[in-house]
């Protein structure tokens, strides 16, 4: 399998170029040249998969040979081990035909963890083999940080920074990171919000020349394709699970950095029966406007109750417009080059094509309270905010629809509080193994929203 970049500047890379870098060189994002399809046939078959098993099944494609079958069954298997619930995703009807996925049962409670908990190991088969030593960096809006730590702090072959922005994430959130043992682990704590944190990091991959002789910048950012890739399992076990064979699925999605949707859109694409694809956002809903208005434009940044979508611009967006432009990276190029100046818009063809794929939605903080308090009510079942976005949306575009219905519950109630306190409700209890939380002792150092000042910070660290 070979990788090309959306940007079309960048010779054909495989599966291990593409792990252990990010951004592409030209700018542009990696996807897969030719997508791998799969069958009714295969369906059937793996009806009675494992969530390890399934998963195997789906990536081994992509990873093409990079790593050997038994040495990524190993990988996946201790990926998931620490995993809350024997499911790994299980799901929960809340509703006629309606049903959450739950994906917060990994260690730090949201759903990064499923790629994440993977991708720090590829890295470190990969870097132990090589010997070679990488410096991870990521920005974060909260949920990132603490499972790219997770996932990644074990490895003897990483140095990890990771980026937040100072005072705009969840207390849970911000010491999920802080607490983090290990002198390869640092936490900046940016004076901006997490945009400005998401430039800085792209800046830093541009220009690698403050790194010590021999090391490189690796991205656990959605905009590593391994993330993708992980993400793309968990469509296909919940359609299985609900009959994926007599009846199409429709999936709500809680939309920032359109990583997780994309997977969903990829899903569909390998030849999953997918019916309806809903980006549900909150008030930063520079994706809704599109899908609704046909209009791309910028907004100012509204800080809500559910932070890890509070993103004014949805960096894995560009991998789907490079499909909507049927990968012509020039014309892809124009088009992101005049973003951000102006308000665009794509012809009428195009934006028939991007209706027929995708519904959207934009949910204010009042709206996700009321969900909140209704969904408690009706099922006892406690919503993240995240969640509660992507609950509303499913029920304002999918309402004529008669196929199943699953929203992404893309975060444990206790992460985001503040939200469930608004709504009434008692705050909930961290699982045991976080309990002791707010007692731990913290470490991030914070920095003005500055290249320089990061790079010179990076520098004395390596
Ligand atoms: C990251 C995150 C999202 C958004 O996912 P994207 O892949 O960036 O679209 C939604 N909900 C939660 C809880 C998250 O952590």
């Known amino acids: 399998m070979e990788y090309i970049s959306t940007r079309g500047g960048c010779p054909e890379q495989n599966f291990e170029q593409v792990l252990l870098t990010g951004l592409a060189p030209d700018g542009g994002l990696f996807v897969p040249k030719d997508l791998p399809k799969f069958t009714v046939g295969h369906l059937q078959k793996w009806q009675s998969l494992s969530y390890t098993e399934l998963a195997l099944e789906i990536i081994e494609p992509f990873v093409d040979g990079a790593i050997p079958s038994n040495e990524l069954k190993k990988i996946l298997d201790e990926s998931y081990a620490d995993f809350a619930h024997p499911d790994i995703a299980p799901l929960t009807e809340i509703g006629e035909r309606e049903y959450l996925l739950e994906l917060f049962h990994g260690p730090t409670l949201a759903f990064k963890d499923f790629a994440l908990q993977v991708l720090g190991r590829l890295l470190d088969y990969v870097l132990e083999r090589r010997k070679q030593r990488v410096v991870i960096m990521g920005a974060t809006s909260g949920d990132t940080g603490s499972a790219a730590l997770e996932g990644c702090r074990h490895s003897d072959h990483v140095d990890i920074f990771i980026l937040h922005p100072h005072q705009r994430v969840s207390e849970v959130q ?157 014309q892809l190029g124009e088009f992101m080059n005049r973003f951000g100046s102006e308000t665009l818009s794509v012809s009428d063809e195009q934006y028939r094509r991007i209706r027929a794929e995708f519904d959207s939605a934009s949910v204010d903080d009042e709206t996700t309270c009321q969900v909140i308090a209704e969904v408690f009510a009706a099922t006892g079942q406690l919503l993240d905010p995240h969640t509660a976005v992507g609950v509303k949306a499913a029920r304002e575009c999918l309402a004529d629809s008669a196929n199943p219905k699953v929203v992404l519950a893309t975060a444990h109630p206790a992460k985001f509080s503040a939200a469930i306190t608004a709504a009434g409700l008692d705050s909930p209890a961290l699982p045991a193994h976080l309990s002791d939380l707010m007692e731990r002792e913290e470490r991030v150092t914070v920095l003005p929203d500055d290249l320089s000042a990061v790079t010179a910070y990076m520098q004395e660290q390596l």
């Not at 709500?252 to 859109?265: C, E, K, L």
């Not at 940044?301 to 991998?319: A, C, G, K, Q």
Request: neutral net charge; aromatic residues 12%; proline residues 4%.
């Open 174 to 330: 911000r010491r999920q990171m802080t607490t983090v043992p290990g002198d390869n682990v640092f936490n900046l704590a940016i004076e901006g919000n997490f945009d400005d944190c998401q430039r800085l990091v792209k800046a830093a991959f541009a220009d690698q020349s403050f790194l010590p002789e021999g090391r490189q910048l690796v991205a656990v950012n959605s905009i590593n394709w391994a993330r993708i890739m992980m993400q793309i399992v968990y469509y296909v076990w919940a359609s299985l699970r609900l009959g994926a064979l007599e009846s199409k699925v429709s999936f709500s999605v809680p939309t920032g950095n359109f990583g997780d949707i994309y997977a969903g859109y990829l899903a569909k694409h390998m030849g999953l029966p997918i019916d309806r694809l809903v980006v549900a956002t909150n008030k930063n809903d520079i994706l809704h406007r599109f899908i609704a208005h046909n209009e791309y434009a910028v907004s100012e940044l509204s800080p809500t109750f559910s932070p890890s979508m509070d993103i004014l611009v949805s960096s894995n967006f560009e991998r789907y417009l490079f499909e909507l432009f049927n990968r012509d990276a020039r």
